[in-house]
Nanobody, 117 residues
Framework: VQLQASGGGLEQAGGSLRLSCVAS????????VGWFRQAPGKEREFVAR????????DYADSVKGRFTISRDNAKNTVYLQMNSLKPEDTAVYYC???????????WGQGTLVTVSS
C-alpha cells in the first residue's frame, strides 16, 4: 500500500490544520493507521493512532485534547485534525499503516507543518 500525506503548511499559534493521508494500491480498511512527527534535530515520535477493528484511538500526551484522528474507509483516507496549534507542533508529519498493534510497515512521504508564535 502506498501512502500520500498532505495538508501541511504555515499556521499561527492557536490555529488549526487538517492533515490527510490517502492510501492507494490496497484498501486502508484492514490497517491500523498512525501519525508520527519529526521536529528538526529530534527523533520521530508517535502522535496518534486509529485501529481498523473498532476505530479506537489513542494519542500522545502532548496532543491529547487538541488533535483528533479519524478515518473514512470509503475514501481510503485518514485525517488528523489539529487544533490549538503550538510552535512545538512544528515538524514533518508522517502517516503510516500496519496490521498489527503499533507495528507500522508502510510509510508516507511526510508533510511539513510550521507553527509560528
Amino acid at each position: 500500500v502506498q501512502l500520500q500525506a498532505s495538508g501541511g503548511g504555515l499556521e499561527q499559534a492557536g490555529g488549526s490544520l487538517r492533515l490527510s493521508c490517502v492510501a492507494s494500491g490496497r484498501s486502508f480498511r484492514w490497517y491500523n493507521v498512525g501519525w508520527f512527527r519529526q521536529a528538526p534535530g529530534k527523533e520521530r515520535e508517535f502522535v496518534a493512532r486509529i485501529t481498523w477493528t473498532d476505530y479506537s484511538t489513542d494519542y500522545a500526551d502532548s496532543v491529547k485534547g487538541r488533535f483528533t484522528i479519524s478515518r473514512d474507509n470509503a475514501k481510503n483516507t485518514v485525517y488528523l485534525q489539529m487544533n490549538s496549534l503550538k510552535p512545538e507542533d512544528t515538524a514533518v508529519y508522517y502517516c503510516a499503516a500496519g496490521d498489527n498493534g503499533y507495528q507500522f510497515d508502510y510509510w508516507g512521504q511526510g508533510t511539513l507543518v510550521t507553527v509560528s508564535s
